[in-house]
């Protein structure tokens, strides 16, 4: 007997606005002005913050971070169409995304200061800490959703982020498999920015699309043009309508790029060329947002001045807090490892403390 084929998938693909800036009009989310203003804030934040972090840590004064330039879109798109009732669950590369959330800059300059107070965050309620090990905070949403839809909770879900290199993780699969069995009030969001660290994506999948792995799971799965901030909302948007009417959750591939490095301990010139990243340099996120609300006659250079001298002040206030705030014990890790206190980490602290010492002597 001749094969049949038991079951065909297509991945859709999803760009309203073009390189341009152009938008498709049938596909146009029609967001309000005041809606697309704190769109465009939001994103212009996020790289002006990414650039000060930058200096910090060239300067001494911020450890080591994940640079968000060029994945802006990715994040803030999908924050827009959020609710306060939402839960967000980031990863460690959608800094625009937490501050429109009303994280405070501060509070992620903390973090990255190793400062334990800054996985808390005052004012972004629903929001869990920044997620550095790869994939770990993917099974952390599918159970944050399943206990929304335990309790009953309506207009209430859950955004997850991660990159193209969670995927390869255990925990991507384990957590996106029990939030499709359990049809649970979730939206994943790949952030497919080209690179896991300096490994391609064509080496670390044979997948067409990233997209197709949702499918895998029985979820509705589509590709988004990442640096389209309202191809990013409507996405997301759609996935969470479909969330509160208890339909379960969806996978979107964000379409992106990384056009840093991974962290500031990296050095990408050494794994991928100049070439590719200006190619994707004219894809950037904010050129082409910009581009479209000056044909909505929405913004010009006065405004564009204003703006940056705003989030200016705004940035340096966070700076000034994170500088100018008590610095934590330095033995303060070992406080937060399990609920009470151990012998064998009290035996590890008082080394720690003792080799701190020493140090301090030889000075």
Request: aromatic content about 10%; charged content about 25%.
């Amino acid at each position: 007997m001749p094969l049949k084929d038991a079951r065909t998938f297509t991945i859709p693909f999803l760009q309203v606005l073009d390189e341009d800036g152009k938008v498709d009009p049938k596909l146009d989310p029609k967001l309000a002005e005041d809606q697309l203003l704190t769109l465009y804030r939001g994103m212009v934040l996020g790289r002006e913050a990414d650039q000060r972090m930058l200096k910090l840590q060239r300067q001494g004064r911020l450890g080591t971070f994940s640079p968000s330039t060029g994945q802006e879109a990715a994040s803030c798109g999908p924050l827009l169409a959020m609710t306060e009732r939402d839960w967000l669950v980031p990863a460690f590369r959608e800094l625009g995304g937490m501050l429109m959330r009303g994280v405070p800059f501060s509070r992620v300059l903390m973090f990255w200061g190793g400062q334990e107070e800054g996985n808390v965050f005052p004012g972004a309620p629903r929001t869990l800490p920044i997620a550095v090990i790869v994939g770990s905070q993917i099974p952390h949403a599918a159970g944050v959703a399943y206990a929304l839809k335990y309790r009953g909770e309506k207009n209430a879900g859950v955004v997850t982020f991660f990159g193209d290199g969670a995927t390869s993780q255990g925990d991507f699969l384990e957590g996106a498999n029990m939030a499709a069995v359990w049809k649970v009030p979730a939206v994943f969001i790949c952030q497919n920015n080209q690179w896991a660290i300096s490994t391609p994506l064509a080496k670390q999948t044979v997948s067409e699309t990233i997209a197709q792995k949702g499918l895998a799971f029985g979820m509705p799965s589509l590709r988004v043009d990442g640096n389209d901030a309202l191809a990013m909302y409507r996405a997301t948007r759609e996935a969470l309508d479909r969330a509160y009417r208890g339909e379960g959750p969806t996978f979107i591939e964000a379409l992106t790029y990384r056009l840093m490095m991974h962290t500031t301990a990296d050095d990408p010139t050494k794994y991928r060329s100049d070439e590719q990243v200006k190619e994707w340099e004219k894809r950037d996120p904010l050129i082409r947002f910009r581009a479209y609300l000056r044909g909505k006659k929405l913004w010009d250079d006065d405004r564009e001045a204003a703006l940056l001298e705003e989030i200016k002040h705004e940035i340096d206030a966070g700076v000034r807090e994170y500088e100018t705030r008590e610095v934590a014990r330095p033995e303060t890790a070992f406080d937060h490892v399990y609920g009470t206190r151990h012998a064998f980490l009290e035996e590890q602290r008082a080394e720690f403390l003792a080799a701190l010492q020493r140090s301090k002597s030889h000075g």
